[in-house]
Structure formats: C-alpha cells, structure tokens
C-alpha cells in the first residue's frame, strides 16, 4: 500500500466551477499535510499546508484535513485556466522526517 | 536571485557514463534533499542531508552517491548511468526545527540516459 493516494485523474471542471482534489494516507502518525502545484516542465511549489482537523482557506484555496478517516482534500473556488496543473499531496511524520508524496492529480480548467 | 538552484538543467548522456548534479540553496536552510521523479510525476525521496549529515538514505543504488561540503551545498554523483536513471532529480531545502517543514525544490535536473 502507498503512503499517499491521490486519484490520478485527469480531473476537467470549466471555468469559475469548484475543483475538489482529494488524498488519502496510510501513516496515522502523519502530522503535517502539504499541497504542491506542479506546472508541466517546473517544480513542485507549495499551495498550502495544514495540519489540525478542519478546513484552513487561503484566498481561492481551502485545505481539508480529517485525520480520523486519514484524508486530506483541497478545494479551489472559481477556478482559473491557469491553475490547471499537476496537484500533489505530501505527508509528514514529524518536522524533520521524510516526507512522502502521492503521484499527483492533473487538473484541467477549461475556458 | 534564485533561492535552489541545480546544474545542469538538462543532461543528456550514454548508458556507464558518470555524472554529477549540482545544487546550491541560499535560503539558509540546514536541510537538504534530492528527489527523483519518474515519467508518472511519481516523486520519491533519495537522500536528505541535515547540516552535512546524512539522515535518510532510501533505498537506491550505491552507483548513486550524496556529497555536502556544506549545509548550503548537496551534490549528486550517478556512477556507470543506466536508462533506467532516466528521469527528473529535484533538489530541494527546509528549515529543520520550524514549526511547519515547509520544503523548496528547486528547478529540476531532466536526465535523459541513451
């Protein structure tokens, strides 16, 4: 089993739709929870991290984590052509520790 | 003023050839990382070095091997390339001991092995 699963899609929505991104873990040790946007050809870059039980928004963003049922998603309101790109999860145990990746959700908004 | 940067870019090289990765971080960080991202955007963990020491040492082949003669510096040397090797190596840097373990890549290395 994989330490981070993520639905490879691809995943389409049209333009200023909602697009739901969702990972789920294996480690119920995993403390931090991080979303990573990768651009075709560039680096992962982070969106945004969470690591208590809730939601945290950060602008278009929203992080969602439940540790009970080990399952992390991020929302993107109005989605924009130019946040289509490769969605990656991460975890990590502790500060310190390995972080684990999942093989990333592509994301296309259509115009 | 970039804050991880990796040479080469791109690197295109024969099967048993021997190749180095450069990487440089000015962001102050202490910890280090060099990913591997294969063909299916699977991005997995190599090595992590935290003040010129090695603490994650996955499992990889011993053709491939870390050097840190600093904690601003982790290099990457590939021994007797294989096409299997081929793919994209992400160096990446955190601050160890922050409250949240929050990791910058840099640009990428495309290794291609003919």
């Given at each position: 089993q994989k330490e981070v699963e993520q639905n490879s899609g691809p995943l389409s929505v049209?333009?200023?739709?909602?697009?739901?991104?969702?990972?789920?873990?294996?480690?119920?040790?995993?403390?931090?929870?991080?979303?990573?946007?990768?651009y075709s050809g560039k680096s992962p870059e982070l969106i945004m991290f969470i690591y208590s039980n809730g939601d945290k928004e950060d602008g278009r963003f929203t992080a969602q984590l439940n540790k009970a049922s080990q399952y992390v998603s991020l929302l993107i309101r109005d989605s924009q052509p130019s946040d289509s790109a490769t969605y990656l999860c991460a975890t990590q145990k502790d500060t310190g520790n390995q972080f684990y990746f999942g093989t990333g959700t592509s994301l296309t908004v259509i115009p | 003023?970039?804050?991880?940067?990796?040479?080469?870019?791109?690197?295109?090289?024969?099967?048993?050839?021997?190749?180095?990765?450069?990487?440089e971080q000015n962001l102050g960080h202490d910890t280090m990382y060099?990913?591997?991202?294969?063909?299916?955007?699977?991005?997995?963990?190599m090595f992590s070095y935290n003040n010129k020491e090695l603490i994650i040492n996955e499992t990889v082949p011993n053709r491939f091997s870390p050097k840190s003669p600093d904690k601003a510096h982790l290099n990457l040397h590939i021994n007797s390339l294989e096409l299997g090797d081929s793919a994209v190596y992400f160096c990446a840097s955190s601050l160890a001991g922050a409250a949240v373990d929050i990791q910058y890549f840099g640009a990428g290395t495309?290794?291609?092995?003919?």
């Open positions: 049209p333009e200023g739709a909602i697009a739901s991104l969702n990972c789920t873990y294996s480690d119920r040790g995993s403390q931090s929870f991080f979303w990573y946007r990768q | 003023d970039t804050a991880v940067s990796q040479t080469p870019k791109y690197l295109v090289t024969q099967m048993g050839n021997d190749k180095s990765i450069k990487c060099w990913y591997k991202q294969d063909s299916k955007k699977f991005l997995k963990i495309r290794l291609s092995v003919l």
